[in-house]
């Protein structure tokens, strides 16, 4: 089946630890977005990526780092400069359309928990 | 920061009942998409309405559209305790702009 699988589901980290989550999607989706949710609240976007090699900033950058290397692939680290990483975390997908154009639905992994201990 | 702000925050209704959530917004969109979120998971498409549409349906749900209100409302038909989830809208605004900016959501509780 096609779709977005996020690992691992739990993470623990220790303070000062950097930490990669992993993102596939397999729905031959040009664009992919990280984005954190906390406790009753709405989701915040980190980084997102429209093409292969190129990804852009969210409303959230800082402590965080993305790499697109592959058209399936995004993964994201938490940097030890990250000082409250504690959070749901949720990778994304859509069908990329032209730079400037509007995108239109969101396809989402099951998310990963992080917990630093 | 959140485009969209969602009233209420938290509701309760016994199964059956129709739930009915709604969402308010700040600049011009182009779109302006729901969501939903069962507890722990990922989110869930659930209907994309365009900024020149007012009313669209899909199944049990109807979502309206008022632009010259910067609102929109999600209605849920003869509800039923799998409708238990969080619910979010979430906006493109008419910029240009790639990202789909999300509300806060709402709590719906179904009650068998």
């Known amino acids: 089946d096609g779709g977005i699988t996020q690992s691992p589901k739990y993470l623990f980290r220790k303070e000062g630890q950097n930490v990669t989550l992993s993102c596939e999607q397999n729905l031959n989706h040009d664009a992919m977005y990280w984005y954190r949710q906390d406790p009753g609240q709405g989701l915040r976007l980190i980084y997102y990526?429209?093409?292969?090699?190129?990804?852009q900033k969210g409303d959230i950058a800082e402590g965080y780092s993305v790499s697109r290397e592959k058209k399936e692939s995004f993964p994201l680290t938490v940097t030890s400069a990250q000082k409250n990483p504690t959070a749901f975390y949720l990778c994304?997908?859509?069908?990329?359309?032209?730079?400037?154009?509007?995108?239109?639905?969101?396809?989402f992994g099951e998310g990963s928990r992080l917990t630093v201990l | 920061s959140q485009q969209g702000e969602e009233d209420p925050q938290a509701l309760s209704i016994q199964e059956g009942e129709n739930a009915t959530m709604n969402c308010s917004y700040k600049t011009s969109i182009n779109n302006l998409q729901w969501y939903r979120q069962n507890s722990g998971r990922g989110l869930v498409h659930l209907i994309l309405i365009r900024s020149n549409e007012r009313e669209k349906h899909s199944g049990r749900l109807r979502v309206t559209l008022d632009t010259s209100k910067k609102s929109s409302s999600l209605l849920i038909t003869a509800s039923r305790a799998a409708d238990t989830a969080s619910y979010f809208c979430?906006?493109?605004?008419?910029?240009?702009?790639?990202?789909?900016?999300f509300g806060t959501g709402t709590r719906l509780t179904i009650i068998p």
């Open positions: 994304a997908s859509s069908i990329a359309l032209a730079a400037g154009a509007i995108i239109g639905e969101l396809f």
């Open positions: 990526s429209q093409i292969v090699n190129d990804f």
């Open positions: 979430a906006t493109i605004s008419n910029f240009g702009n790639e990202k789909l900016t």
